[in-house]
């Protein structure tokens, strides 16, 4: 069965810091990942996702995330974080060709920028 | 934007009690999800639902739990007699399809307290 970890529970920054947090998850077929985030009080939404092509993928909100098969890993990325940024961050995996579409989420990182 | 909803947002049972959390996912998705996040812990899957059946479990969702469409646009979950350990956010999910764009939208939870 497939797992995700995310090594970091919690990060404070301050504004206009860069953000890197990781993701590694344990699969040995074709993944689908996604990163999903869960500002305070509200539902999750998707960052982004990767399906295929491209490794580096930009979602919303200047994130991006780069998958990189050889390490199991799909870090998310932002150049300069805003203090709206402070919320739950969780990466998410679904394994291709498993027949199952249940996503495994990882344990999430909060994230605070301070101003 | 099409949203998945979710009611109530938070709903107080006593132990031993049923429980009926109501979602209505977006209307042309034909793929309905059920997660569960325990306070601190990660967003576990329970259940997938398509064409008015079941099409995935974890071992989460024992005989206690159940799910239903009753109609052509709530998605409804079940716990017959709740424990202390039911307590969680449960999240609501859809997606279109069953490929490889297996995006899931999320509603907004319900907070279910076991006393």
């Known amino acids: 069965a497939q797992s995700v970890s995310q090594h970091n529970h919690h990060v404070i920054l301050s504004e206009a810091a860069s953000l890197e947090l990781g993701c590694n998850y344990s699969?040995?077929?074709?993944?689908?990942l996604f990163w999903y985030v869960q500002y305070p009080g509200q539902h999750l939404q998707l960052l982004l996702k990767?399906?295929?092509?491209?490794?580096l993928v930009k979602g919303i909100k200047g994130f991006e995330a780069e998958f990189i098969k050889s390490k199991f890993s799909f870090n998310l990325r932002k150049p300069s974080v805003q203090w709206s940024d402070t919320a739950e961050y969780f990466c998410a995996v679904n394994a291709l060709g498993t027949g199952r579409r249940a996503l495994t989420f990882g344990s999430g990182t909060r994230l605070q920028v301070q101003p | 934007e099409p949203e998945v909803t979710q009611t109530p947002s938070h709903q107080v049972t006593q132990m031993g009690q049923e429980v009926i959390l109501r979602c209505v996912p977006i209307s042309n998705h034909l793929y309905f999800y059920w997660y569960r996040q325990i306070l601190g812990q990660k967003v576990e899957f329970l259940v997938s639902?398509?064409?008015?059946?079941?099409?995935?479990k974890s071992e989460i969702f024992d005989d206690q739990f159940s799910v239903e469409r009753p109609d052509g646009s709530n998605f409804t979950l079940k716990i017959r007699s709740t424990k202390l350990e039911d307590s969680a956010m449960y999240f609501c999910?859809?997606?279109?399809?069953?490929?490889?764009?297996?995006?899931?939208?999320f509603g907004p939870g319900t907070r279910l307290t076991v006393t």
């Open positions: 990767y399906f295929s092509g491209d490794p």
């Open positions: 699969y040995g077929g074709t993944v689908n």
């Open positions: 639902f398509y064409n008015n059946e079941i099409s995935e």
């Open positions: 999910a859809s997606s279109v399809g069953a490929g490889v764009s297996n995006e899931q939208y």
